[in-house]
């Protein structure tokens, strides 16, 4: 290798380069090249540190590559909580959608309910959520994302059951059983800007699976949407609404100062998925 060729690649004077040289095999105790007439040459020693630099090299790159990715958010981690198991077809192909443009990116869900959600994403215990917009919490940073229609679910026995559809007003001589946490009525108040405040409403602090279940066991009838209804379960069934008003907004919910460039990415592209599809 000649001095003189280094030196002018790298715009140094060749006696820049010489020094340096001799400043490092001072530092390592080692010769690493052999100097005569034809340039400079490796010594055993500088090949065996060669290999160790070549490592140290490429673990920067590594390193580099790596910074370089996570601060576009290719890749990383998302944190997801959602309120209704992302069982239908929206929830469900926007996810799909996702999985395939961020290949990279671990997903990870957290099915809560409506204190749970708001408490873990003010704890930073999750990066983003969907929450049904009738359960956001005041000044939630967040955005529409789908609109998903409203079924009955009835105990199959039950005469409405056989009806190609029903109307508010023929749910409203029912029980209503609904879903309600330890301070929290936003399912219950939902329920009744559809069907009113004389309902007869049973609340119940369970999952929509248990609730499902005791419509089943003829304690009452409730509203579901229209994913959840493509689960059966045994003794419900599920009959369309014929209003206009019968769906449930689901919105994407973030913390405003969350800086994670995956994160942002997710809340990007779920915003555009929605947008270019119509979802809201």
Do not use: C
């Not at 580099?64 to 990715?69: F, H, P, T």
């Not at 599920?238 to 769906?247: D, G, R, S």
């Amino acid at each position: 290798m000649s001095l003189t060729r280094a030196a002018e690649m790298l715009g140094l004077n060749a006696s820049t380069i010489s020094r340096r040289i001799t400043r490092v095999e001072d530092e390592l105790g080692v010769t690493l090249f052999e100097r005569g007439r034809s340039g400079l040459r490796l010594t055993e020693a500088g090949r065996f540190m060669m290999i160790h630099v070549q490592r140290s090299l490429d673990d920067i790159e590594a390193l580099i590559r790596a910074g370089q990715n996570n601060g576009h958010g290719l890749t990383g981690k998302v944190r997801l909580g959602v309120r209704l198991p992302p069982i239908g077809e929206l929830l469900r192909s926007l996810l799909g959608a996702w999985r395939v443009a961020a290949s990279d990116v671990d997903l990870i869900v957290y099915e809560m309910n409506d204190h749970e959600l708001r408490a873990a994403i003010a704890e930073r215990r999750l990066d983003v959520a969907f929450v049904p917009r009738h359960a956001l919490w005041p000044k939630a940073t967040s955005m529409p994302a789908y609109r998903e229609a409203l079924v009955a679910a009835l105990p199959s026995v039950h005469p409405l059951s056989a009806r190609p559809a029903v109307t508010w007003e023929l749910l409203r001589d029912e029980v209503v059983l609904t879903q309600e946490w330890e301070g929290s009525h936003t399912a219950l108040e939902f329920f009744a800007s559809f069907l009113g405040s004389g309902v007869r409403f049973s609340a119940h602090p369970a999952s929509k699976q248990t609730v499902l279940g005791l419509v089943a066991a003829g304690y009452g009838v409730t509203l579901a949407t229209a994913s959840q209804g493509t689960v059966g379960i045994p003794g419900v069934t599920y009959v369309p609404i014929a209003e206009q008003n019968a769906w449930v907004m689901v919105d994407l919910v973030w913390a405003a100062d969350r800086e994670e460039p995956v994160v942002g990415r997710f809340v990007a592209f779920i915003r555009d998925e929605a947008r270019s599809r119509g979802l809201g």
